[in-house]
């Protein structure tokens, strides 16, 4: 385990809990402190480690990693939205009043497939999710092109898809993974790259110190002005578009390789937690917004202590689903996808050895 990495991923998601607050810091900024751009660095970065000698069944267990959980979520939020109505047929064949375009089984449909489309999913955050599984595709397509060159491969890909939009291609899906958070999942295959090749002739001392410093400021800075949104400004030029969130993540990276690393378990946690809280916070809102109707209370932007409120209620329900939903259930799947995929290899075996006997 990347300690580091794992701790970043917990910062990101309560950065974007806390921007879904719609809180505003002093000077009315309004800010996720990097929180999806940092998932997508860290994202470009893992993909590459983790396949750097063997790619077996990697796509396989992305999805397992990311599918149940989300498809779990989804109906959560269904099920919030239409009660028991969701066992109705005719349900599922009726637009909603805030949908009136599409059916609730197309609307749902297309969020559980992650198709593209101009309209969000049904669990909103599952955007970001869209461009993950378009990357772990283009990168399992890459991997069985060529292991070795894969982050290469998928890196000459979505630039290449980057330059086509509107003028090779005039599709609508090339629009739509030309989106500039794309650009992060690049950010991602640099930094590790970068830790490959540079990571082990850093002197060790000053690489922690520099590194420390530099996410300090990073971080510090969107108290004053947040860098958001200036991922998809073109005219700010590549480093304003990439530049912070990948910065943070190799600054924790080359610290964690000059023994930096932060060990402290509730950050480890709240980082291993993350991809829950992400996935249950805005269900855990939507609750509170319902409640709003019976019960009155402050909207957490319009006071520091709700907002703090919501903050760590959504982090300790994000951490008791992981306890207690998340890692019960993907121990399940991942042993009934090993004991599958052991069949076939042990099969033969048994039959060529009972003649024997």
């Known amino acids: 385990m990347l300690f580091n990495l794992q701790v970043l991923r917990g910062i990101s998601a309560l950065g974007v809990v806390f921007y879904h607050t719609a ?6 900024w309004h800010t996720e402190f990097f929180g999806v751009p940092t998932f997508f660095v860290i994202s470009g970065f893992i993909m590459c480690f983790i396949t750097r000698e063997s790619a077996d069944q990697f796509l396989k267990m992305r999805l397992v990693r990311i599918v ?14 239409f009660r028991f109505a969701v066992l109705k047929p005719s349900t599922w064949l009726t637009a909603p009043a805030w949908r009136p375009d599409e059916p609730i089984w197309m609307y749902v449909g297309r969020s559980l497939l992650f198709l593209p489309s101009e309209k969000f999913p049904t669990l909103g955050v ?7 599984m378009y990357f772990y595709v283009v990168f399992a397509i890459a991997l069985w092109i060529n292991v070795r060159v894969a982050p290469l491969i998928v890196a000459a890909f979505l630039v290449a898809v980057f330059y086509s939009d509107g003028t090779v291609c005039t599709l609508f899906v090339c629009h739509y993974y030309s989106h500039g958070y794309i650009h992060f999942f690049l950010g991602g295959i640099g930094v590790y790259y970068a830790w490959k090749f540079v990571a ?3 002197p060790k001392i000053a690489t922690i110190v520099v590194a420390g410093l530099i996410i300090a400021i990073c971080y510090g800075s969107q108290f004053l002005q947040p860098w958001w949104g200036q991922a998809i400004e073109p005219h700010l030029g590549w480093w304003w578009q990439v530049g912070p969130p990948v910065v943070i993540v190799a600054a924790a990276l080359f610290a964690e390789t000059c023994g930096g690393v932060v060990r402290w378990k509730p950050l480890l946690l709240v980082g291993d937690a993350s991809y829950a809280i992400y996935l249950t916070h805005t269900i855990l809102f939507e609750v509170l917004r319902l409640a709003q109707r019976y019960v009155a209370f402050p909207n957490p932007n319009e006071s520091v202590g709700i907002m703090l409120a919501y903050v760590i209620a959504a982090l300790v329900l994000g951490v008791a689903v992981h306890l207690y939903v998340e890692k019960p259930m993907l121990r399940y799947i991942r042993a ?3 004991r599958r995929d052991m069949v076939p290899a042990i099969a033969p075996q048994q039959a060529e050895a009972q003649p024997a006997a």
Request: hydrophobic share 60%; with cysteine.
């Open 23 to 28: 809180f505003l810091l002093p000077g009315d």
């Open 68 to 81: 149940p959980m989300y498809w779990l979520c989804t109906f959560a939020l269904v099920f919030l939205m």
């Open 126 to 132: 599952g955007w970001t999710l869209n461009f993950e």
């Open 200 to 202: 082990p002739y850093m």
């Open 336 to 338: 009934r996808v090993a």
